[in-house]
């Protein structure tokens, strides 16, 4: 199957400043999605990406696809940031099965 | 708009018991899916509905695990008998295409 790989693995950063968290795919991927999982738990979707730039306030994400890659960038980090930020994405013929990285554990400090 | 609801939020059983849990999706979502969270790891898919039928259950370990979605709306999965590897967070999402999924609050499995 796809195999999905993320980077960095662990990140620690000082309230407002930038970051950006990639996300490497083996195989085709369409329909990529970026999730950001809370400390309670709860999985956000932040975007559905299969190719391009998109932004959402603070939040950005560019998929170049011919290259296998995602990334998501967060500007301004603020404490309410913290979490685990998850790339997925199923590849073609899949029906749609998500196949989600390791996550990014991002932890941001007052 | 309402969200994906599950229940029960926690649950601590015994191995060998059995257990279940249950997922209403997202008013008119025609696809629900169940993931397998464990600790330090992204979910994992576990089965796939489309309406009232099965689209994936390739990774659900099934001499132990069942689900079912009656009437295309609501969905149960139920674990028996349970393990100690079974103890992880089982997520329910749903979407309405085969796009944009959207998660429920998850069920916390411990297996002592």
């Known amino acids: 199957g796809i195999q999905v790989e993320q980077s960095p693995p662990d990140l620690i950063l000082q309230e407002g400043a930038n970051s950006t968290l990639r996300c490497n795919f083996s195989?085709?991927?369409?329909?990529l999605q970026w999730f950001h999982q809370n400390p309670w738990g709860q999985l956000i979707n932040l975007f559905y990406?299969?190719?391009g730039t998109k932004q959402n306030g603070r939040l950005s994400a560019t998929t170049v696809a011919t290259e296998r890659y995602s990334l998501l960038y967060i500007s301004s980090s603020q404490t309410t940031d913290s979490g685990v930020y998850f790339c997925?994405?199923?590849?073609?013929?899949?029906?749609?099965?998500?196949?989600f990285g390791k996550g990014t554990l991002l932890t941001v400090n007052p | 708009e309402a969200g994906v609801a599950q229940s029960p939020r926690y649950k601590i059983i015994e191995k060998r018991q059995s257990v279940a849990f249950w997922c209403n999706p997202i008013?008119?979502?025609?696809?629900l899916y169940w993931y397998q969270q464990i600790l330090g790891q992204g979910p994992k898919l576990l089965i796939q509905?489309?309406?009232?039928?099965?689209?994936?259950d390739s990774q659900l370990p099934k001499d132990r695990f069942s689900a079912e979605r009656l009437k295309g709306v609501d969905s149960t999965l139920k674990i028996q008998p349970a393990k100690l590897e079974d103890s992880a967070v089982y997520l329910c999402?749903?979407?309405?295409?085969?796009?944009?999924?959207?998660f429920g609050p998850g069920t916390r499995l411990t297996v002592l």
């Open positions: 999402a749903s979407s309405s295409t085969l796009g944009t999924q959207y």
């Open positions: 195989d085709s991927v369409n329909n």
């Open positions: 990406i299969p190719s």
């Open positions: 997925a994405g199923p590849y073609e013929g899949s029906n749609y099965k998500l196949t």
């Open positions: 008013s008119g979502h025609a696809t």
């Open positions: 509905f489309q309406n009232n039928g099965v689209v994936d």
